[in-house]
C-alpha cells in the first residue's frame, strides 16, 4: 500500500482510467498519445462531476462578498455580546443565503481524488510514455531535462489564476488583499509539490485548473448578470 491509499478509491480510478485509455487508444493506437489524452479526459469527467460544488461555493463567495459591509456593522454594533453577534450573523448568512462551510466543499471531494490519482498515477505503468513536450509521465521534475519544469511552472499560474478568478468579486480590499497572498502561498506551495510529483499528476492538476478557470468566468458572468438585472415594477399597483 502507497502513501495514504484508500483501495477502493483507488481500485475505481485504475478502472475508470483504464476504460477511458482504452477507448482513446482504440482511435490514436499509440501510449504517448492515448495515455495524456485519458488523463485529459478523465479530468474533465472529474471536474464536470463536480461543477455543482463549484457552483455553490461561488454562489457562497459572491454572498458572502455582499454580506461584508453587513456583517462589520454587526461587529462594531455587538463587539461587547458574542451570543447576540453570533445570532444576528447567523440570520445574516440565512437572508444573503449563504452557507459558511460552502467554499470547503470543492477542496474536501478534491482532496480524496487526489490521493487516489497520486497512488493511481504512481502504480500505473506509466514509465517511457511521453507526451507533447513531457518525456516521461512518469518522472517528476529534474534538472537532466530543464523542459520537465515547465508543466510545474504552468501548475503555479493556472493554480494562482484559478484563485483569482474565484475571489474576483470580492468588494472588501482587506478580503481581497487576504485572498491575493492566499492565491500567492497556494501557487508557491503547489509549484514546490508539482515539482515533486510525477507528470502525469501534475498535467490532471493542470488541466482541472484550466477547467475551472474557464467555468469560473462562466459562473461569474452569470452571477454578475443576475445581481445586474433590473427589478421587475408590478405596473398594475
Not at 514509465?127 to 501548475?155: E, N, Q, R
Not at 492538476?205 to 415594477?233: A, C, E, H
Amino acid at each position: 500500500m502507497t502513501f495514504l491509499e484508500i483501495p477502493a478509491l483507488n481500485n475505481l480510478f485504475v478502472s475508470f482510467f483504464s476504460n477511458i485509455d482504452k477507448f482513446v487508444f482504440s482511435i490514436f493506437p499509440t501510449k504517448n498519445i492515448s495515455v495524456g489524452l485519458s488523463i485529459i479526459i478523465m479530468t474533465i469527467i472529474i471536474r464536470t462531476l463536480l461543477v455543482p460544488l463549484y457552483v455553490t461555493q461561488m454562489k457562497s463567495m459572491n454572498g458572502m462578498s455582499k454580506m461584508g459591509p453587513e456583517a462589520k456593522k454587526l461587529q462594531t454594533k455587538y463587539k461587547n455580546d458574542p451570543k447576540k453577534l453570533q445570532e444576528e450573523t447567523s440570520k445574516l448568512y440565512k437572508e444573503y443565503g449563504v452557507n459558511p462551510l460552502g467554499g470547503c466543499l470543492p477542496l474536501l471531494f478534491q482532496m480524496p481524488i487526489l490521493l487516489a490519482l497520486y497512488n493511481v498515477f504512481y502504480t500505473l505503468h506509466l514509465s517511457g510514455i511521453s507526451f507533447l513536450w513531457i518525456h516521461d509521465l512518469s518522472k517528476s521534475a529534474s534538472m537532466a531535462d530543464p523542459t520537465s519544469y515547465i508543466l510545474p511552472i504552468v501548475s503555479a499560474l493556472t493554480t494562482y489564476l484559478s484563485g483569482m478568478l474565484m475571489s474576483l468579486n470580492t468588494t472588501d480590499e482587506a478580503q481581497r488583499k487576504q485572498s491575493s497572498t492566499m492565491n500567492i502561498v497556494m501557487s508557491v506551495v503547489l509549484l514546490f509539490m508539482s515539482i515533486k510529483f510525477n507528470a502525469a499528476l501534475v498535467l490532471y492538476w493542470v488541466t482541472g485548473n484550466i477547467f475551472q478557470v474557464i467555468q469560473s468566468r462562466v459562473v461569474l458572468t452569470i452571477l454578475n448578470r443576475n445581481d445586474n438585472t433590473p427589478m421587475k415594477v408590478d405596473s398594475s399597483k
